[in-house]
């Protein structure tokens, strides 16, 4: 048994050999970790040029499995992550994920075609899967409750909410002044430099309480999305009522069928299906699917319309995303102002509400000439500010009366959401955005003025989609979110200690 560090009390924490934890070095191994597992949702997307270049890559859904390999492995497992941790020891499970963030990362910088990088990619997403939840647990066992730990908490929130907008920014710099290849190599040494600190710095800690862990579970979820978003993908190719789309599609179904069937019988489940009776937490798990699924094709979409229409370098292209970081801050903080006056509804309603408007804006005037300044910036920065408000609303209404022993399974359920929403919704948007490029682009070269307005109109058309899906994600809200605002701040506050 792995020797665990002196439980937080009235005097200092300290490893079992009697050396002092410092917290100062513990928070930045694990803050290091959580922007790499943050910023790789989003690194690659301003590379996919360079790579679909160096690849031989033509197909714009063959490529978007760069993005959601990495999504899918990490939502599919991030419940089953957080379980192997509290069982098998939290600084073990970190370090493991950690190590297997470096692997593949590597494997993928060397990747010499598609397949190599999306299998390097899936392997990353597991990876942040054991990573993300071992890293936070940690986070909660080194800082004791009270003002060290929320400032530890605010840290790490600060990193979550601006790992994004620092992936597109180093992913263009790396592109463009050295290759596409760092967007991954530049993990390995950041990896190496976390697992020696953790080892060192970082006290080993599980969970006494912790029972099993649902393996088949994990497997049975991520390998039914895996088949759903390749039958999504790949329709286009093979026709959707051809026997290869319906014989993924099929078994799509059969796996996530028995997912359900294992969760229902299982003593120590993935997800156990008696927090969706609450109708506020199945309104906000719904929510985040459908916020996911709407999102992601802002990054996709606007990076290629950004270089290989208009031929912005890589890292122009990544500061033309820096204003939505600052929106989405300036949203969430009036939503944390808003949240105990008007409870989380109303939240939930009006931010994906105005984040689909931006949305819609750029489906309806996004084309290959379209000005950055006077339509896309606008979108951007409205989109951005709905999603500030709707992710501060989404956390509260997540957990709010779940019992307080269940609320780091309700905050991971809501995490797990948006990342398999994404997936699907990027799968399902390009599958969308490419039929229509099909449908109208004429005969002749793809580099005529006439196929790029083509492929620009299939990416509208997955703009108005994208809309489509936060929209639903305001009704899922208006219809099923149900939670006063004394409940609201509450719940805010718990989902700040658990993640």
């Known amino acids: 048994m792995t020797a665990t560090a002196s439980p937080p009390g009235p005097g200092p924490l300290s490893h079992p050999d009697g050396r002092e934890v410092r917290t100062g070095l513990a928070l930045a191994v694990l803050a290091i970790s959580q922007l790499m597992v943050v910023l790789d949702v989003s690194i690659v ?20 499995w760069i993005v959601t390999g990495y999504t899918l492995t990490f939502g599919g497992f991030l419940l089953l992550g957080g379980k192997l941790a509290d069982r ?72 979550s909410a601006g790992g994004a907008a620092i992936g597109l920014i180093l992913g263009g710099v790396l592109t463009e002044y050295a290759s596409w290849r760092w967007v991954l190599f530049v993990n390995v040494p950041v990896a190496v430099l976390a697992v020696v600190g953790a080892l060192r710095v970082v006290p080993e800690s599980r969970d006494a309480r912790a029972r099993g862990f649902d393996v088949p579970g994990a497997l049975l979820v991520t390998g039914g999305l895996v088949a759903l978003v390749y039958a999504l993908v790949k329709g286009n190719d093979f026709g959707w009522a051809s026997g290869q789309t319906i014989g993924m599609l099929a078994l799509a179904v059969l796996l996530l069928g028995a997912f359900v069937v294992v969760q229902r019988r299982s003593a120590d489940p993935l ?16 929510g985040a699917l459908f916020v996911g699924a709407g999102i992601f094709a802002v990054f996709f979409f606007l990076v290629l319309w950004m270089q290989q229409v208009n031929g912005w370098s890589p890292l122009r292209a990544g500061f033309a995303f820096l204003p939505m970081t600052v929106a989405i801050v300036v949203g ?13 509804r109303p939240l939930l309603v009006g931010g994906p509400a105005l984040a689909a408007a931006g949305m819609l804006v750029l489906g309806l005037r996004l084309d290959p000439t379209a000005s950055y300044l006077t339509i896309v910036l606008p979108s951007l920065v409205t989109v951005a500010l709905g999603m500030g408000l709707t992710f501060v609303a989404l956390t509260s209404a997540a957990v709010a009366g779940v019992p307080q022993e269940d609320a780091g399974v309700a905050s991971a359920l809501l ?77 805010l506050a718990v989902a700040g200690a658990v993640g």
Do not use: C, H, K
Not at 45 to 64: E, T, W
Not at 332 to 344: D, E, F, K, N, T
Not at 484 to 489: G, H, P
């Open 88 to 159: 098998l020891g939290r600084r073990r499970v970190f370090v493991i994920g950690t190590a297997l963030f470096a692997v593949a990362s590597l494997l993928g910088g060397l990747a010499g075609d598609l397949g190599l990088l999306v299998g390097a990619r899936l392997l990353q997403g597991l990876a942040g899967a054991l990573m993300a939840p071992s890293a936070l647990s940690l986070l909660t066992v080194v800082f004791a409750e009270g003002r060290e730990r929320n400032r530890a908490l605010g840290i790490w929130a600060a990193i």
């Open 415 to 491: 995490n797990a959401g948006q990342q398999v929403g994404g997936a699907l919704g990027l799968a399902i948007l390009t599958a969308v955005s490419t039929a229509r490029t099909e449908a109208v682009a004429p005969a002749g070269s793809p580099a005529t003025p006439g196929y790029v307005s083509a492929v620009v109109e299939g990416w509208g058309i997955g703009f108005v989609v994208a809309a489509g899906f936060l929209a639903a994600a305001a009704v899922v809200s208006a219809t099923l979110v149900r939670v006063s605002r004394r409940q609201a701040a509450e719940a």
């Open 271 to 286: 997800v156990d299906f008696r927090l969706f009776r609450s109708r506020s937490v199945l309104g906000a798990d719904l």
């Open 332 to 344: 969430a903080g009036i939503a944390s102002q808003l949240l105990g006056r008007v409870g989380p």
């Open 45 to 64: 997307n301003v590379a996919l040029p360079d790579i679909a270049v160096a690849l031989g890559v033509a197909s714009q859904a063959d490529l978007s």
